[in-house]
């Protein structure tokens, strides 16, 4: 069985300031690391192979050539092996543009593959869009904000349990399917050394456009429908107040104050 | 790709200071672009000597101008046996009827669902000209592939400008479906929009955990596609007088089409409202210290006539459910009051919560960022505080 794990790299964004005078970020300093909720459907997919020996859990990203270190940090967590889609064409892609490379890149490498995995969405794009449409592309059915999966026993179905605003629904896809992970239970594991040793063996394979069929036209900016027109600080926050240094007693005083004249008792 | 016009660049460098990712840098002979540049236009914008320029694709007015009106995903929820339109709606029907008055195109919501569908008249005294209904029994529920089949026949047929939805979780699920189906733009999760002056629809949405605002236009697809965050408009009061339309759209589907199915629900009892619609909320972060210590959180929440609610923190730690979280991997709220106790503000945090009216922070730390925004910040133990505020509001 085939199994894909479409990997983000992303700045850790908590670290991630706005020069207030030219209002865009700094990102000296700022690490660079596999975005979590992509490490989350990484998790899952070796707890399916775990349960299913015969997986081949290949991992996919795109970006810059230094997205390397992220798909590393996939093949130490336990993937088979790992593409890099990398080229100066496909920059500027919004998620239309990402996902049908992403899309291509499969068709082509991975055609007979069983599941597709995905993290919910990149913390620092945070669109949550590009997971289903590669799966309206590819015309797969699609599961999304998983916590646990398993295939079920005629290995033809998976089976999702998932985060819904009410609680938590069960759900099952025929495969081949595409699941997006909203948590895993394994949180941000460390690799061993083992680990590490023999991530090193594994193949690590660079695709570019020219090895997709993908008319330049459709690829990067030229290919998105969308496009950013202006990048700006968020409004400046309003100036509260801030009471420091007060008993117990006498802060809750304050709160009880605002609350009574603010009409909320 | 970025293009320099090298002759006319005066290597001011302010390209340089403008990147927002770092990708270009100024030597002494000429300006260079790394691959980590995403186009995104903002050195563009800022180089006085216009030497700078990204080729982009052009579509006729004449072709974009074929598709006309504002159309609204009604997205539906289950109430007492009834499915009746939830809050988020109300909110992008308020808006949508201010983009559609500047276009001078009609507001048009779109309900999908089973017989169970009622008070869709409040559609069009929220602001809608009229309602398209799509009935099936299949539609009774939400499943991906249903409602992405039937959205999208609706939206192909009718050729609207501009399409919403409200960036829950379903819409979240359903937008992408619907927008790759018809080769769409889509932006997600956007907190303004508005029209341009070329009648485009400019999509404003925070990046980089809220770090950064950017806007979007969508230039050669239509409809121009958006999920909005709930709770950033706000609903107009309904008129009763307005007019209801409602048409009928029949739709053909199948069960062999739908390919999920619902092997089990498992509803997490309820703390009260749901977060997202509270008109109070009172939310615990990790200064809490243990979830025993909730009990005084949720007292105060119950004293103000409010809800419980919590960060990441707290839920990863197994205190409260993940119903109750508020922020980017959670639910975005807009109570008239958010109380954040022991909650340090992390910017993942701050976008949940940041457009209530008024918010309360009370936090042992005096830095944490949460106070950048609280309209009253209270610097101190809350599990000192909680017990004496809770006296104080008792005696009232």
């Given at each position: 069985?085939?199994?894909?794990?479409?990997?983000?790299?992303?700045?850790?964004?908590?670290?991630?300031?706005?020069?207030?005078?030219?209002?865009?970020?700094?990102?000296?300093?700022?690490?660079?690391?596999?975005?979590?909720?992509?490490?989350?459907?990484?998790?899952?997919?070796?707890?399916?192979?775990?349960?299913?020996?015969?997986?081949?859990?290949?991992?996919?990203?795109?970006?810059?050539?230094?997205?390397?270190?992220?798909?590393?940090?996939?093949?130490?967590?336990?993937?088979?092996?790992?593409?890099?889609?990398?080229?100066?064409?496909?920059?500027?892609?919004?998620?239309?543009?990402?996902?049908?490379?992403?899309?291509?890149?499969?068709?082509?490498?991975?055609?007979?593959?069983?599941?597709?995995?995905?993290?919910?969405?990149?913390?620092?794009?945070?669109?949550?869009?590009?997971?289903?449409?590669?799966?309206?592309?590819?015309?797969?059915?699609?599961?999304?904000?998983?916590?646990?999966?398993?295939?079920?026993?005629?290995?033809?179905?998976?089976?999702?349990?998932?985060?819904?605003?009410?609680?938590?629904?069960?759900?099952?896809?025929?495969?081949?399917?595409?699941?997006s992970a909203s948590k895993g239970e394994i949180m941000r594991r460390m690799p061993s050394l083992a680990d590490v040793l023999s991530a090193r063996h594994r193949e690590l394979r660079a695709v570019t456009a020219a090895d997709l069929d993908l008319s330049e036209n459709e690829l990067g900016l030229t290919g998105s429908f969308t496009q950013v027109v202006k990048v700006f600080p968020p409004a400046p926050k309003k100036d509260g107040l801030k009471l420091e240094g007060l008993e117990p007693a006498a802060a809750a005083k304050e709160i009880a104050v605002f609350l009574r004249s603010a009409g909320y008792i | 790709m970025l293009k320099i016009d090298h002759p006319i660049c005066n290597l001011c460098g302010l390209c340089q200071k403008s990147c927002p990712f770092g990708a270009i840098s100024t030597g002494e002979e000429k300006v260079t672009v790394d691959e980590r540049c995403t186009l995104c236009g903002a050195c563009v914008n800022v180089c006085p000597q216009s030497a700078l320029s990204i080729e982009r694709r052009q579509a006729s007015p004449e072709e974009l101008a074929r598709y006309e009106g504002v159309f609204v995903w009604t997205e539906c929820e289950d109430r007492?046996?009834?499915?009746?339109?939830?809050?988020?709606?109300?909110?992008?029907?308020?808006?949508?009827?201010?983009?559609?008055?500047?276009?001078?195109?009609?507001?048009?919501?779109?309900?999908?669902?089973?017989?169970?569908?009622?008070?869709?008249?409040?559609?069009?005294?929220?602001?809608?000209?009229?309602?398209?209904?799509?009935?099936?029994?299949?539609?009774?529920?939400?499943?991906?592939?249903?409602?992405?089949?039937?959205?999208?026949?609706?939206?192909?047929?009718?050729?609207?400008?501009?399409?919403?939805?409200?960036?829950?979780?379903?819409?979240?699920?359903?937008?992408?479906?619907?927008?790759?189906?018809?080769?769409?733009?889509?932006?997600?999760?956007?907190?303004?929009?508005?029209?341009?002056?070329?009648?485009?629809?400019?999509?404003?949405?925070?990046?980089?955990?809220?770090?950064?605002?950017?806007?979007?236009?969508?230039?050669?697809?239509?409809?121009?596609?958006?999920?909005?965050?709930?709770?950033?408009?706000?609903?107009?009061?309904?008129?009763?007088?307005?007019?209801?339309?409602?048409?009928?759209?029949?739709?053909?589907?199948?069960?062999?089409?739908?390919?999920?199915?619902?092997?089990?629900?498992?509803?997490?009892?309820?703390?009260?409202e749901k977060i997202e619609e509270a008109r109070i909320l009172v939310s615990a972060g990790r200064g809490c210290g243990e979830a025993s210590n909730l009990d005084l959180v949720r007292s105060l929440a119950h004293r103000l006539g409010g809800t419980l609610a919590g960060s990441r923190a707290i839920v990863e730690l197994g205190w409260i459910p993940h119903t109750l979280q508020v922020g980017q991997s959670g639910t975005t709220v807009g109570p008239d009051l958010y109380i954040a106790v022991g909650i340090s503000g992390a910017v993942q945090h701050v976008v949940g919560m940041s457009s209530s009216k008024k918010i309360i922070a009370i936090n042992k730390d005096p830095d944490a960022p949460i106070f950048k925004i609280a309209d009253l910040g209270v610097v101190g133990d809350a599990l000192h505080i909680l017990p004496k505020l809770l006296d104080a509001l008792k005696s009232d």
């Open positions: 069985m085939k199994l894909v794990v479409c990997v983000k790299q992303v700045p850790e964004i908590t670290n991630v300031r706005v020069n207030p005078e030219t209002g865009t970020l700094i990102r000296e300093g700022v690490a660079s690391i596999l975005n979590p909720f992509c490490e989350y459907a990484l998790d899952h997919a070796v707890r399916l192979k775990a349960a299913n020996p015969d997986i081949e859990i290949i991992a996919v990203s795109m970006g810059p050539p230094q997205a390397q270190s992220a798909l590393m940090r996939c093949l130490e967590l336990g993937a088979d092996r790992a593409i890099l889609v990398s080229d100066r064409k496909f920059a500027g892609a919004d998620t239309w543009a990402t996902a049908l490379t992403l899309a291509a890149v499969i068709r082509k490498a991975v055609p007979d593959v069983d599941l597709i995995l995905v993290g919910k969405q990149a913390i620092d794009g945070d669109t949550a869009q590009v997971g289903p449409e590669i799966a309206e592309i590819l015309g797969m059915p699609q599961i999304m904000y998983g916590v646990e999966m398993s295939l079920t026993p005629n290995r033809k179905r998976i089976r999702v349990k998932r985060e819904i605003e009410s609680g938590y629904e069960v759900l099952e896809a025929r495969m081949p399917a595409l699941v | 007492e046996k009834k499915i009746v339109p939830r809050k988020v709606v109300y909110e992008l029907l308020t808006h949508g009827r201010r983009l559609a008055d500047r276009l001078e195109q009609p507001l048009v919501a779109v309900a999908l669902g089973d017989d169970r569908m009622a008070g869709l008249e409040r559609l069009c005294h929220q602001g809608a000209d009229r309602v398209i209904r799509c009935r099936h029994d299949l539609l009774g529920g939400y499943s991906t592939d249903g409602f992405t089949t039937a959205l999208a026949a609706v939206v192909a047929k009718e050729k609207p400008s501009v399409l919403l939805f409200g960036a829950t979780p379903s819409g979240r699920d359903l937008a992408p479906r619907v927008a790759a189906r018809l080769r769409l733009g889509l932006t997600a999760d956007c907190t303004g929009l508005a029209i341009d002056d070329q009648g485009q629809l400019v999509q404003t949405r925070p990046a980089f955990g809220g770090n950064i605002m950017a806007s979007i236009v969508t230039p050669y697809t239509r409809p121009q596609c958006a999920t909005v965050r709930p709770n950033v408009f706000t609903a107009a009061e309904p008129d009763t007088q307005r007019s209801v339309v409602i048409e009928e759209f029949p739709v053909k589907l199948n069960k062999a089409s739908i390919r999920t199915k619902v092997v089990e629900q498992i509803p997490t009892p309820a703390e009260g």
